[in-house]
């Protein structure tokens, strides 16, 4: 089974900032990998899929990138409503999660 | 729009089975496949397994011997069963479009599943 590592576990950034979430896999996942963004109390949902791709109607500001084994979300300029937890999911070979980043403003 | 729904129990004793039901609308169960994911308090998604649009199921292996997904069509329902439930089963339960090579890009709103005396 594939496993994926997230991190930080938890990452603190002020309104405005730049902030990258990392997500590494145990072996290459090719590019077949989606980030959800999970509110509380909430569905997960999805940002990003197959590395790059912005889902229909998500803000510019989140992007995707990567290869082989590692992984990269990027928020370009930090909103309050962007405070969320954030998995990582590959399904190049069955599907599997990481276990989340949680983001907080500083 | 595509919308999907659980429902089930809240509350289900230990040892017994839990019986879940996803509603879909927007999207045919012939044309999109539907898997259930579930999530303990606190940490990540758990993939259980897939009804694939020709009626196949796919299930993970780790859930497997205790797992059965099936689908009434007509009705645009999928249903989840497990048995021999424990505490570690509880959690929400979540039913998700499943599209080839874009997944799970819907969900639903999830139930939360208690496994107590």
């Known amino acids: 089974d594939i496993q994926m590592t997230q991190s930080p576990s938890v990452l603190s950034a002020s309104v405005g900032d730049r902030v990258t979430l990392n997500c590494k896999a145990s072996q290459n996942i090719n590019k077949y990998l989606n980030w959800y963004q999970q509110n509380l109390g909430e569905a997960p949902k999805l940002l990003i899929y197959n590395t790059n791709n912005l889902q229909t109607g998500i803000p510019s500001r989140f992007s995707g990138s990567g290869s082989g084994t590692d992984y990269t979300l990027t928020i370009s300029s930090l909103q309050p409503e962007d405070v969320a937890t954030y998995f990582c999911f590959q399904h190049n070979s069955w599907y599997t999660f990481g276990a989340g980043t949680k983001l907080e403003l500083k | 729009q595509v919308q999907l729904k659980e429902s089930g129990p809240g509350l289900v004793q230990p040892s017994e089975t839990l019986s879940l039901t996803c509603t879909v609308s927007?999207?045919?169960?012939?044309?999109?496949?539907v898997s259930w994911v579930r999530q303990p308090s606190g940490k990540g998604p758990e993939w259980m397994g897939r009804m694939w649009y020709d009626g196949d199921t796919a299930y993970n292996s780790a859930l497997k011997s205790r797992l059965s997904i099936s689908r009434d069509t007509s009705k645009n329902q999928v249903f989840l069963k497990m048995n021999s439930l424990q505490t570690d089963d509880t959690g929400t339960y979540y039913c998700?479009?499943?599209?080839?090579?874009?997944?799970?890009?819907?969900w639903g709103q999830g139930v939360m599943v208690t496994v107590s005396s």
């Open positions: 927007g999207f045919s169960l012939t044309s999109y496949s």
């Open positions: 998700t479009r499943d599209r080839f090579r874009i997944p799970l890009d819907y």
